[in-house]
């Protein structure tokens, strides 16, 4: 076989470029993004659509040719040529791919980048600060004298000491499920849980808003820790960047906005960190992307992403709201309960609502963490 | 010189001999290699019409929206069955089992495999196994996913979990069993004169294959009997109530189960590179790079497990190590692809059905392969990993892929197993259904998990109504398409048309013996004189016309 060169082989090629690189752009099939990372992984998701559309198009362009051009006519009983391989061609498309790949490693890696998956430690040390700065400010706080050894004590910050910062805070604590213990650390660079850290421009920077996010069957609480607020659905001021220190309380879950195109884990017992930053007003769903029970469908929650008025506004009425929201909490025996009648109002929402939240924190205060669903 | 012997076709078992049709042997211990492979065979096309009727259990639940059909936990544990069945009891058996059983000790010409006890043993443990999995139903079935990660593996249907452990050491148990035969066997006992570098690619295949299975399955029955103690003895290896530590499960879960796509996919390769050449009478295009490329892609497939953990516990840095070997293994997938299209290229395609689904495999694999490169991209896998992308993603390589070679081999080798033709035109039809119900059923998935539907999931939002039933009904006409198929098998055993030792003209060793063959495959040991792969020689318009019994003399001067 050798490599067709005319000018029709030529044509095909142009052809085959444009029609990948049109596709490549307008295959509508991402959602709106509404982070500022959403539009990375799209450029990058748009570059991988245009090699892949091209790739497609040669594959099944010679698939189907091959099935019209060289069907064996009835009355031609002879063999094919005797061609064994062509070592040039060969050498061809093995490094057509190897290229491929190297262009979409390049680009994924300076992606990852930019996403901020390079700078686990300078976000780790910024966050520690940052809780350490929030607890001192905390009434009633004791851990004051943790968190500051914890952030002084090596620039490797770990995940020990970042799970401490973020768990100790009050409100979070309140919801959190102490039967689990926070994991030592692990082998592995400081760190045992993943997080995406600082974007290149915020390098250093401390993160603007700092939200605690809590995983449990079936439903996800927000802790502010600057305020003591807890939510069911994540309020973010748009255009400041989010770092979420994520946990859960009984089995594995995960945080993910299809708007935001991120998603992390949520592993009981290990601390996990994400960072976005919300591009636009709206709300999106949070959707939980790991399988966590019989209700793993109904565990959604929503962001609603404010201008930094609104959200401020939203922080102050949950401020006052948050002073007799323990008082007024529905004691809720769930031993005494089905899965369903537990379950009804969120099913009924498709999410969490704010007298869930109530109904959750109740439970997870009285009922000495017992999870319902786990026996 | 080399001696020809040419036979008459006296060999007992030239189409409809009575003693053939003892089918008692086909329940027995037997020995045979033939027989243990078509009982695999038989067995695992068993077990995936059950896991297909799970799966269309699973896709009229997703008809709508709400949870109107099954029970969430019933639905959990119908993708959990589902996946498992499909996995250990239908691609995994069907493409080592069956097949390497089958074929290989043919295709070196040998007379059977190195342990033919121990082979019966592995196929007699998949019975049982399979039974005790479909039990599960009973009590509970397991409803945390084939992965069964904990923690949520050791609080929800314990008893069903438990099963799922037992049965799951059980079907590897055999896998691993069945991997040391096929070693020694291609190792040992090729016939003289065909060296390594001459021997059929299926072997390439299956020598990679088992490699791997040998060393990632125990770290499989590791993880599971750790787990096992976690879910009864209540230990806390993984249980981080105890203190354990989820990821590692993780970890060592996916160190088998990463390779565990390549114990499926790699064999179907070695198929598709052994039909296609015939069918296209041409010499497959670069015997060495496909050879390579599967041992190539068995090494790779060792070290890229963590692609499965990049939202997990995976580490930023650690990530980029595992993005950057995965993207590596599509150079050898290129490589291969790109020499089948070459096969065919100027070929003179005999488009049968066994063509057909080789030729099918090709184009939907690709699919699977490009949306694998994108899922190996770490920055990219943080959108769509847990979703219905990955969902299309792995049915692209895993039905597009293996279902398809599979189905290709099937019609390829039936007239040597059965001796008997198939009917081409139930064939075709089962092609065409097939084909269109598989992209109608898959395709849209793509969009569906691009556009934020989750995986796993008894309900979901209303907006992802409309192509959630275009795959709904997609794969009701897969499940229309194994009708033609089984009529045709049924059929064609009893009635089809008496099938010559060599109906394709291939060149392999298979097809140099009687159809079906004889219990000890050859009256002479078949010694080497042309290419496997000579089409378009006149050596080998020779050799083929010179059927039908063609054996070399035993000890020819070559
Ligand atoms: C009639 C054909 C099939 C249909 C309609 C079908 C449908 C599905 C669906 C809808 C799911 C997703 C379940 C969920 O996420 O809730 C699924 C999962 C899966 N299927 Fe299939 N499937 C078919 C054939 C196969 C075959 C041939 C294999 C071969 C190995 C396979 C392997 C799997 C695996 C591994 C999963 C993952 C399950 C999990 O997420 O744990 N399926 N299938
Ligand atoms: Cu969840
Ligand atoms: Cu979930």
């Known amino acids: 076989m050798n490599i067709p060169s005319s000018i029709t082989t030529l044509l095909i090629g142009i052809l085959l470029t444009l029609v990948s690189l049109w596709y490549g752009q307008n295959h509508g099939l991402m959602p709106v993004q509404a982070s500022e990372e959403a539009p990375l992984i799209d450029g990058l998701f748009n570059f991988m659509m245009t090699i892949g559309t091209g790739l497609f198009l040669i594959v099944e362009g010679v698939l189907i040719y091959s099935l019209i051009k060289f069907r064996r006519r009835p009355d031609d009983d002879t063999d094919g040529p005797y061609i064994e391989g062509n070592i040039p061609l060969e050498i061809l498309w093995t490094s057509i791919p190897a290229v491929l790949v190297l262009g979409i490693a390049v680009y994924s890696f300076e992606v990852y980048s930019n996403i901020g998956g390079l700078n686990p430690m300078d976000h780790s040390m910024a966050h520690g600060h940052q809780t350490h700065q929030t607890a001192m400010a905390m009434p009633g706080s004791a851990i004051a004298a943790t968190l500051a050894d914890a952030s002084m004590a090596d620039p490797t910050t770990n995940n020990q000491q970042v799970a401490e910062a973020a768990t100790q805070d009050p409100a979070t604590a309140a919801v959190r499920d102490e039967s689990i213990p926070q994991r030592k650390d692990a082998l592995s660079l400081g760190v045992t849980a993943p997080r995406l850290g600082s974007t290149p421009d915020k390098q250093g920077k401390l993160p603007e808003l700092v939200v605690n996010v809590t995983g449990l069957q079936f439903a996800w609480l927000f802790t502010y820790p600057d305020t003591g607020v807890v939510a069911g659905e994540l309020h973010v001021p748009v255009g400041q960047e989010v770092l979420l220190n994520i946990s859960a309380n009984d089995v594995i879950h995960a945080f993910w906005v299809p708007e935001y195109r991120v998603k992390q884990d949520a592993i009981p017992g290990k601390q996990s960190e994400l960072r976005f930053t919300p591009s636009k007003v709206g709300e999106y769903p949070i959707v939980c992307a790991e399988l966590c029970g019989a209700y793993h469908g109904a565990m959604k929650s929503k962001v609603i992403a404010e201008t930094p008025a609104d959200f401020d506004a939203w922080m102050e009425s949950q401020k006052l709201a948050s002073g007799d929201r323990f008082d007024r909490a529905v004691a809720l025996n769930s031993s005494e309960k089905s899965t369903d009648e537990f379950l009804s109002p969120f099913v009924s929402s498709w999410g969490v609502n704010s007298s869930t939240v109530q109904q959750l924190q109740s439970h997870q205060l009285h009922s000495a963490h017992v999870h319902p669903f786990a026996s | ?558």
């Open chain 2, 1 to 558: 010189m080399t001696q020809v012997l040419q036979e008459e076709a006296k060999v007992p078992g030239q189409g409809a001999v009575p003693e053939k049709r003892n089918w008692r042997k086909y329940f027995s211990f037997s020995t045979d290699h033939k027989v243990i492979g078509i009982q695999y065979l038989v067995t695992s096309y068993f077990f995936y019409l059950v896991g297909g009727l799970l799966a269309e259990a699973v896709r009229t639940e997703l008809a709508t929206p709400e949870v109107d059909f099954v029970s969430r936990e019933l639905y959990n544990g119908l993708f959990t069955v589902h996946a498992t069945v499909m996995i250990f009891l239908w691609i995994v058996p069907a493409a080592t089992g069956a097949f390497g059983n089958y074929l290989i000790p043919l295709i070196i010409g040998a007379r059977d495999m190195a342990f033919p006890r121990l082979n019966a043993v592995a196929f007699w443990l998949i019975p049982p196994g399979g039974l005790l999995l479909m039990s599960s139903f009973l009590v509970g079935a397991p409803g945390s996913g084939w992965t069964s990660y904990p923690p949520l593996s050791l609080v929800t249907d314990q008893a069903g979990q438990a099963i799922w452990i037992l049965s799951v050491l059980i079907l590897g148990t055999s896998t691993i069993l069945g991997a040391l035969n096929f070693i020694v066997t291609i190792l040992k006992m090729r016939s003289p004169g065909m060296t390594l570098n001459k021997m059929p690619l299926f072997c390439w295949a299956m020598l990679a294959t088992s490699a791997l299975i040998l060393l990632s399955t125990p770290v499989l029955a590791g993880a599971l009997i750790l787990l096992g103690f976690d879910l009864i003895v209540g230990t806390a290896f993984f249980n981080p109530t105890g203190g354990g530590d989820p990821v590692v499960y993780q970890h060592m879960f996916w160190f088998y189960s990463h390779p565990a796509v390549y114990i499926m996919i790699l064999p179907i390769f070695g198929l598709i590179s052994e039909i296609l050449p015939v069918h296209a009478r041409k010499p497959i295009f670069g015997y060495r790079a496909i050879a390579y490329s599967s041992i190539a892609i068995s090494f790779l497939g060792l070290i890229v497990w963590a692609h499965h953990m990049f939202t997990s516990g995976t580490p930023p840095w650690l990530r980029m190590f595992f993005m950057i070997n995965t993207m590596v293994i599509a150079v050898p997938t290129g490589i291969k692809v790109f020499s089948w299209l070459a096969t065919i290229w100027g070929g003179k395609l005999r488009l049968n059905t066994a063509m057909l689904f080789a030729m099918g495999f090709v184009s939907m694999f690709v699919i699977g392969g490009i949306s694998g490169v994108m899922v190996s991209s770490a920055p990219f896998d943080l959108h769509v990993h847990d979703t219905y992308f990955v969902v299309a993603h792995l049915h692209y390589v895993l039905f597009g892929g293996s279902v398809f070679g599979i189905y290709a081999g099937t019609y390829h080798w039936f007239p040597k197993m059965t001796g008997r033709m198939v009917n081409e035109t139930l064939g075709r039809i089962h092609f065409v259904l097939t084909f269109i119900g598989f992209n109608l059923a898959f395709l849209p998935m793509h969009k569906l998990g691009l556009e934020g539907m989750n995986r796993r999931i008894a309900e979901y939002d209303p907006k992802f109504t409309t192509l959630n039933l275009v795959c709904t009904i997609g794969s009701y006409i897969l499940a229309v398409s194994v009708i033609p198929f089984l009529v045709n098998m049924g059929w064609s055993i009893f009635n089809g048309a008496k099938a010559p030792s060599n109906p394709w003209g291939g060149l392999t060793f298979e097809w140099l013996t009687t159809s079906p063959p004889p219990p000890e495959n050859f009256e002479v040991d078949p010694v080497w004189t042309i290419g496997l792969y000579d089409y378009g020689t006149e050596e080998a318009t020779e050799v083929i016309k010179a059927g039908p019994v063609l054996a070399m003399a035993a000890g020819a001067e070559t």
